[in-house]
């Protein structure tokens, strides 16, 4: 027994030398986060699930976690102390460090929880703690809420809302529960409570009239109804004796009545205050008929009319409890909205980034024409300025979509200083009116969205695909507010599926997105009809949003590409009913053939709609045959239905689901190929065919009619609406198209994201020729291919979440360098690719702690070198195989290396 345990020990030790192990420092563990959020304040889950990131050391490979310790206490204090109150899970040997559950004592409603793991590393040596995460507990039952909804009887602008209270002394802790039907503000004795803009984030609120009537009548039925509230420490904001609290309330989507939209009802605010004593005694101040109200200086407010400040109409210290009370009046109690209240989270908007100017120039009005560097989101801030009383400050945003108008009336009382607060405009340009010798200092633009942070870095020798990448970027960011995503920050601001499904791969290639999906996933699955399964072009709806097919395919898109992206096997979850339910909306739609047709009928006429059935959008050439783009869905949301059966194990799911997969592929080939002209269609059809697989009897054919389609029939320019467009440039690079793809995104003329960038534009536009919105994010769709082809790195559905991904570059002529990187759930991931003329001479490889890598080389085993040595395993290197087409095979583990081809 002693000399198998000796031969054990001394075999391990010889494989962590070969692995560079035997002197190196532990790991580091990083990045906690629960419900892959950063200490969110308010959890409804009762076993949240904690994640964390290990760093190895620098030059470390085939590092790994062996083990792991999680402790949550319910104090910093006890934490520290190491009184592990909640939970100790004790050493569990696990690689394991994403998505674990809580485990321990069952928690209550508004509980705090502080927790830190420790890990061990692959030669079982422990790491240091990690830094100290949190989160809180909301309330988690129906009748913890003391609060009752409370509104104002004025007709229009913000209502200001107020409620004096008194406390005892020794407060341990306060926190504030609060949420809004339309955009709140809270503040506590004066002070403006937390960082959030433009919450609660956008949900499907509580029923409305008349959504069976209209251009786009729907049957009304929703799976569900929601409202999130929100949790604020404000401890340091209290004292003993006498406190105030007051909030600003304006319309939001709440009530707004914009032909895209539909009112959801009179906007209304809920608050409850939840004081504890050091003795644990605790004190409430709920919402209720005692509050007061009065108008605010905001006399309008709108998400599509903007907003107007009148300071003269400000009432000194209104949120402080020295305020003088004569003039207010009793709150009216609101009709609650019937939507469940539900944890918020999710990211919040906020001002994300601030802008200085980079031109000011007078007019010949007398005016301020303000130039920034880019297009963003949000609103400008004007700062001390004065003005006589009465007198206005305009500001004028230049877009060219209405944005609605902001107007600031003087009080003249001095310097002043005004943002708005309840809606945002989209602007790179303003010009300002009624300001006296505006000055750079006195004005700074505030780019305002869902606090979604780009998690990834591309760059290439190239400039134009950088930059084609980064105004995509920026026109994402431009329409996140609410955590969801519209098609356009300006004229419609709504939440389209489809829009939202052709980029949500492309989000996850460049943000870190996975709690933003997690809730707009959720409102897809609550806007979802449940007797015949429809999900709608929008979600949460709105009665402006047309669409098709492609749209309601969001249901099945988007989980699947998140559980490859995150590995998180809950998405699925949550969302196989939802999906399985979309397919059999879509089966309703088959024709004789097998194909589908959908002619889904406007609810209030009985006659087929358009606007429901839409096949692909703004193609620059010519509009490809909607039933061709319909029953590829079918396809995809049967065989995304079917991946996700069998990533659950669900065996007769998969079959039932594949086997409707096959069949319409089969429909499909049949009916839309003709052999003639050895063709499909041009605008996109023979790009869906490939991707979805041809017949490889025909797939040459195929494949030389595409080129001959983009590169003769259409100058080498792209020839797709958004919908193909998601699958064109790495539909072409698979299917031996390389340097067609690159012809396409190169090009600087009309049709192509060049062309945008020549005429001026910083953000992505609606239509390949500058019509309509130019902003909108849904072109980007196709961009997956810099990430997943030119640097080559792709996720795979057998190592979710990275924990096994792949990297397989192809180079480009003309293309002298690729960099790409991601913070993955592992870890830091990243591709750097240098060729020269077409062929690869280097790649490196980052492999992060947690996962493993397939790294393809084209080239035989003899000609590649790694870190300046003869190719062979052992150092971080596993394995070593021939591929296809002369190529190299090398698995790896944690890790950089850098490959070298001669």
Same mark, same amino acid.
């Given at each position: 027994?002693?000399?198998?345990?000796?031969?054990?020990?001394?075999?391990?030790?010889?494989?962590?030398?070969?692995?560079?192990?035997?002197?190196?420092?532990?790991?580091?563990?990083?990045?906690?986060?629960?419900?892959?959020?950063?200490?969110?304040?308010?959890?409804?889950?009762?076993?949240?699930?904690?994640?964390?990131?290990?760093?190895?050391?620098?030059?470390?490979?085939?590092?790994?976690?062996?083990?792991?310790?999680?402790?949550?206490?319910?104090?910093?204090?006890?934490?520290?102390?190491?009184?592990?109150?909640?939970?100790?899970?004790?050493?569990?040997?696990?690689?394991?460090?994403?998505?674990?559950?809580?485990?321990?004592?069952?928690?209550?409603?508004?509980?705090?929880?502080?927790?830190?793991?420790?890990?061990?590393?692959?030669?079982?040596?422990?790491?240091?703690?990690?830094?100290?995460?949190?989160?809180?507990?909301?309330?988690?039952?129906?009748?913890?809420?003391?609060?009752?909804?409370?509104?104002?009887?004025?007709?229009?602008?913000?209502?200001?809302?107020?409620?004096?209270?008194?406390?005892?002394?020794?407060?341990?802790?306060?926190?504030?529960?609060?949420?809004?039907?339309?955009?709140?503000?809270?503040?506590?004795?004066?002070?403006?409570?937390?960082?959030?803009?433009?919450?609660?984030?956008?949900?499907?609120?509580?029923?409305?009239?008349?959504?069976?009537?209209?251009?786009?009548?729907?049957?009304?039925?929703?799976?569900?109804?929601?409202?999130?509230?929100?949790?604020?420490?404000?401890?340091?904001?209290?004292?003993?004796?006498?406190?105030?609290?007051?909030?600003?309330?304006?319309?939001?989507?709440?009530?707004?009545?914009?032909?895209?939209?539909?009112?959801?009802?009179?906007?209304?605010?809920?608050?409850?205050?939840?004081?504890?004593?050091?003795?644990?005694?605790?004190?409430?101040?709920?919402?209720?008929?005692?509050?007061?109200?009065?108008?605010?200086?905001?006399?309008?407010?709108?998400?599509?009319?903007?907003?107007?400040?009148?300071?003269?109409?400000?009432?000194?210290?209104?949120?402080?409890?020295?305020?003088?009370?004569?003039?207010?009046?009793?709150?009216?109690?609101?009709?609650?909205?019937?939507?469940?209240?539900?944890?918020?989270?999710?990211?919040?908007?906020?001002?994300?980034?601030?802008?200085?100017?980079?031109?000011?120039?007078?007019?010949?009005?007398?005016?301020?024409?303000?130039?920034?560097?880019?297009?963003?989101?949000?609103?400008?801030?004007?700062?001390?300025?004065?003005?006589?009383?009465?007198?206005?400050?305009?500001?004028?945003?230049?877009?060219?979509?209405?944005?609605?108008?902001?107007?600031?009336?003087?009080?003249?009382?001095?310097?002043?200083?005004?943002?708005?607060?309840?809606?945002?405009?989209?602007?790179?340009?303003?010009?300002?009116?009624?300001?006296?010798?505006?000055?750079?200092?006195?004005?700074?633009?505030?780019?305002?969205?869902?606090?979604?942070?780009?998690?990834?870095?591309?760059?290439?020798?190239?400039?134009?695909?950088?930059?084609?990448?980064?105004?995509?970027?920026?026109?994402?960011?431009?329409?996140?507010?609410?955590?969801?995503?519209?098609?356009?920050?300006?004229?419609?601001?709504?939440?389209?599926?489809?829009?939202?499904?052709?980029?949500?791969?492309?989000?996850?290639?460049?943000?870190?997105?996975?709690?933003?999906?997690?809730?707009?996933?959720?409102?897809?699955?609550?806007?979802?009809?449940?007797?015949?399964?429809?999900?709608?072009?929008?979600?949460?709806?709105?009665?402006?949003?047309?669409?098709?097919?492609?749209?309601?395919?969001?249901?099945?898109?988007?989980?699947?590409?998140?559980?490859?992206?995150?590995?998180?096997?809950?998405?699925?979850?949550?969302?196989?009913? /939802?999906?399985? =339910?979309? #397919?059999?909306?879509?089966?309703? +739609? @088959?024709?004789? &053939?097998? $194909?589908?047709?959908?002619? !889904?009928?406007?609810?209030?006429?009985?006659?087929?709609?358009?606007?429901?059935?839409?096949?692909?959008?703004?193609?620059?050439?010519?509009? /490809?045959?909607? =039933?061709? #783009?319909?029953?590829?869905?079918? +396809? @995809?949301?049967? &065989?995304? $239905?079917?991946?996700?059966? !069998?990533?659950?194990?669900?065996?007769?799911?998969?079959?039932?689901?594949?086997?409707?997969?096959?069949?319409?592929?089969?429909?499909?080939?049949?009916?839309?190929?003709?052999?003639?002209?050895?063709?499909?269609?041009?605008?996109?059809?023979?790009?869906?065919?490939?991707?979805?697989?041809?017949?490889?009897?025909?797939?040459?054919?195929?494949?030389?009619?595409?080129?001959?389609?983009?590169?003769?029939?259409?100058?080498?320019?792209?020839?797709?609406?958004?919908?193909?467009?998601?699958?064109?440039?790495?539909?072409?690079?698979?299917?031996?198209?390389?340097?067609?793809?690159?012809?396409?995104?190169?090009?600087?003329?009309?049709?192509?994201?060049?062309?945008?960038?020549?005429?001026?534009?910083?953000?992505?536009?609606?239509?390949?020729?500058?019509?309509?919105?130019?902003?909108?994010?849904?072109?980007?769709?196709?961009?997956?291919?810099?990430?997943?082809?030119?640097?080559?790195?792709?996720?795979?559905?057998?190592?979710?979440?990275?924990?096994?991904?792949?990297?397989?570059?192809?180079?480009?002529?003309?293309?002298?360098?690729?960099?790409?990187?991601?913070?993955?759930?592992?870890?830091?991931?990243?591709?750097?690719?240098?060729?020269?003329?077409?062929?690869?001479?280097?790649?490196?490889?980052?492999?992060?702690?947690?996962?493993?890598?397939?790294?393809?080389?084209?080239?035989?085993?003899?000609?590649?070198?790694?870190?300046?040595?003869?190719?062979?395993?052992?150092?971080?290197?596993?394995?070593?195989?021939?591929?296809?087409?002369?190529?190299?095979?090398?698995?790896?583990?944690?890790?950089?290396?850098?490959?070298?081809?001669?």
């Amino acid at each position: 027994m002693n000399r198998t345990i000796t031969i054990r020990r001394a075999m391990t030790a010889a494989f962590m030398l070969c692995a560079g192990l035997a002197t190196q420092a532990q790991l580091n563990v990083t990045s906690l986060t629960v419900e892959h959020m950063e200490n969110p304040s308010t959890v409804d889950a009762t076993h949240p699930r904690l994640s964390w990131v290990n760093e190895a050391p620098d030059g470390a490979r085939g590092q790994q976690q062996t083990a792991y310790r999680i402790v949550v206490a319910s104090s910093e204090d006890k934490l520290a102390a190491g009184e592990y109150d909640l939970w100790d899970s004790g050493r569990i040997e696990s690689e394991r460090s994403t998505l674990i559950p809580y485990n321990g004592k069952g928690l209550h409603s508004g509980e705090d929880c502080y927790w830190k793991v420790q890990t061990w590393d692959a030669r079982k040596k422990p790491s240091a703690w990690s830094a100290v995460g949190r989160w809180g507990m909301g309330l988690l039952s129906p009748s913890d809420w003391k609060a009752r909804w409370i509104s104002s009887d004025q007709p229009s602008g913000a209502p200001l809302f107020r409620k004096a209270f008194k406390l005892g002394a020794n407060i341990r802790q306060a926190k504030a529960y609060v949420t809004g039907g339309g955009y709140f503000e809270l503040y506590i004795n004066g002070q403006r409570v937390g960082e959030d803009y433009l919450v609660p984030n956008f949900t499907n609120y509580t029923t409305r009239k008349d959504l069976d009537k209209g251009g786009l009548a729907l049957d009304a039925k929703f799976t569900a109804y929601r409202v999130l509230y929100l949790a604020y420490d404000i401890t340091k904001m209290l004292k003993g004796g006498a406190n105030a609290a007051g909030a600003m309330l304006g319309d939001g989507f709440y009530r707004s009545t914009t032909h895209w939209v539909r009112s959801f009802g009179v906007p209304c605010f809920l608050c409850q205050i939840e004081v504890t004593y050091d003795d644990g005694s605790k004190q409430i101040i709920p919402t209720d008929e005692t509050w007061l109200t009065k108008p605010s200086p905001i006399t309008m407010t709108g998400v599509y009319d903007g907003e107007i400040y009148d300071a003269r109409q400000e009432t000194p210290q209104w949120a402080e409890a020295a305020c003088d009370e004569s003039g207010w009046k009793p709150v009216t109690m609101a009709e609650a909205p019937v939507g469940k209240l539900t944890a918020h989270t999710s990211p919040t908007d906020r001002i994300c980034e601030v802008l200085q100017p980079v031109k000011i120039t007078k007019n010949a009005e007398g005016n301020y024409e303000v130039e920034f560097e880019k297009e963003i989101s949000g609103w400008v801030r004007l700062k001390d300025i004065k003005g006589e009383a009465g007198k206005k400050a305009k500001v004028k945003y230049i877009c060219e979509s209405p944005v609605g108008i902001e107007e600031y009336i003087y009080k003249g009382t001095g310097s002043e200083s005004y943002a708005p607060r309840f809606t945002w405009y989209v602007f790179s340009k303003v010009v300002v009116s009624g300001v006296d010798n505006l000055a750079a200092k006195q004005i700074q633009a505030e780019a305002v969205n869902t606090d979604v942070r780009i998690n990834s870095e591309f760059h290439t020798s190239n400039t134009l695909l950088n930059t084609i990448n980064r105004i995509w970027q920026r026109s994402q960011l431009d329409n996140m507010h609410g955590c969801i995503a519209s098609d356009c920050p300006h004229r419609e601001r709504s939440p389209y599926t489809g829009d939202g499904q052709i980029a949500a791969a492309m989000v996850m290639l460049n943000f870190d997105a996975a709690a933003f999906y997690q809730k707009w996933v959720r409102d897809m699955r609550d806007a979802q009809n449940p007797v015949d399964g429809y999900v709608p072009n929008g979600a949460p709806w709105q009665p402006g949003c047309g669409g098709g097919v492609a749209w309601g395919a969001a249901m099945n898109v988007i989980p699947w590409e998140y559980y490859v992206q995150y590995g998180d096997e809950g998405m699925l979850r949550d969302n196989f009913v /939802p999906m399985k =339910e979309q #397919v059999r909306h879509m089966l309703q +739609w @088959l024709t004789p &053939e097998g $194909t589908m047709f959908q002619h !889904k009928l406007n609810e209030e006429t009985k006659q087929p709609c358009y606007w429901f059935n839409l096949g692909d959008w703004v193609p620059p050439y010519g509009q /490809p045959n909607d =039933e061709i #783009v319909h029953t590829f869905y079918l +396809w @995809l949301c049967s &065989e995304n $239905t079917a991946l996700a059966a !069998k990533a659950l194990g669900e065996t007769t799911d998969y079959e039932t689901y594949h086997a409707i997969a096959e069949r319409t592929k089969e429909a499909f080939h049949k009916k839309f190929y003709n052999a003639e002209v050895k063709s499909y269609g041009d605008f996109g059809p023979n790009v869906l065919a490939l991707w979805m697989g041809v017949p490889e009897e025909r797939k040459a054919d195929v494949v030389a009619t595409l080129r001959k389609e983009i590169m003769q029939d259409h100058d080498g320019h792209i020839n797709t609406g958004f919908v193909s467009t998601k699958f064109f440039f790495e539909t072409l690079s698979d299917n031996g198209l390389h340097d067609v793809a690159m012809t396409a995104i190169l090009k600087e003329d009309f049709p192509s994201y060049g062309n945008w960038i020549q005429r001026g534009a910083t953000t992505t536009w609606e239509q390949w020729n500058g019509n309509d919105s130019r902003n909108h994010p849904m072109f980007g769709g196709g961009l997956t291919w810099f990430s997943r082809h030119l640097a080559g790195v792709n996720a795979t559905a057998d190592g979710a979440g990275y924990r096994h991904f792949e990297v397989r570059p192809i180079p480009s002529v003309g293309l002298d360098s690729v960099y790409y990187s991601i913070l993955s759930p592992q870890g830091r991931v990243a591709s750097r690719v240098l060729s020269k003329d077409g062929k690869m001479k280097q790649l490196e490889v980052t492999v992060p702690v947690g996962s493993q890598a397939t790294v393809f080389l084209p080239a035989e085993a003899s000609a590649v070198k790694e870190n300046g040595r003869k190719l062979k395993a052992g150092k971080g290197i596993i394995g070593i195989s021939d591929g296809d087409n002369a190529t190299t095979k090398v698995n790896v583990s944690q890790g950089t290396y850098r490959f070298t081809i001669e």
